[in-house]
């Protein structure tokens, strides 16, 4: 049996969607009527330095590296939105959904420090307004 996810998927108990979570990145419907748009391709690709994660061309690519995380790095809550946000491209492959699912993943992997080799996040927090820059020394 498919489940399948809709946008309100984030107000269900964590661990129920988990496990829709997992079911539905690892169903692959013969008729194609699950998720159609798995060939999308991302603008860049995302190459982890470090992880278990491989370089992402494309959704499929996303959803084969997502298989390769441990199981109880889904739990993480950026992981979470990560996988919502890939499943959701994959359902629509509108530019905005695939675009979303990748600033997600790119989060996610940098929020594991896997981009720099010696584990620090390679993204900047925002400023907030009146805030100083810090400076050069």
Same mark, same amino acid.
């Given at each position: 049996?498919?489940?399948?996810?809709?946008?309100? *998927?984030?107000?269900?108990? /964590?661990?129920?969607?988990?496990?829709?979570?997992?079911?539905? +990145?690892?169903?692959?419907?013969?008729?194609?009527?699950?998720?159609?748009? %798995?060939?999308?391709?991302?603008?860049?690709? +995302?190459?982890?330095?470090?992880?278990?994660?491989?370089?992402?061309?494309?959704?499929?690519? !996303?959803?084969?590296?997502?298989?390769?995380?441990?199981?109880?790095?889904?739990?993480?809550?950026?992981?979470?939105?990560?996988?919502?946000?890939?499943?959701?491209?994959?359902?629509?492959?509108?530019? +905005?959904?695939?675009?979303? *699912?990748?600033?997600? +993943?790119?989060?996610?992997?940098?929020?594991?420090? %896997?981009?720099?080799?010696?584990?620090?996040?390679?993204?900047?927090?925002?400023?907030?307004?009146?805030?100083? %820059?810090? /400076? !050069?020394?």
């Amino acid at each position: 049996m498919v489940t399948v996810l809709h946008k309100g *998927a984030v107000d269900k108990p /964590l661990r129920q969607w988990i496990v829709e979570t997992r079911r539905l +990145i690892c169903v692959d419907s013969p008729t194609g009527s699950y998720m159609d748009y %798995w060939h999308k391709s991302f603008k860049y690709p +995302i190459t982890p330095k470090r992880g278990p994660m491989p370089q992402m061309f494309s959704l499929i690519d !996303a959803r084969g590296a997502f298989l390769e995380l441990p199981q109880g790095f889904l739990r993480r809550p950026h992981w979470l939105r990560a996988g919502q946000a890939l499943l959701t491209a994959s359902q629509t492959g509108t530019l +905005i959904d695939i675009q979303w *699912a990748f600033d997600t +993943i790119v989060a996610a992997v940098d929020e594991e420090g %896997w981009f720099d080799l010696g584990g620090e996040n390679i993204t900047t927090k925002p400023h907030r307004v009146g805030d100083a %820059w810090p /400076l !050069a020394s």
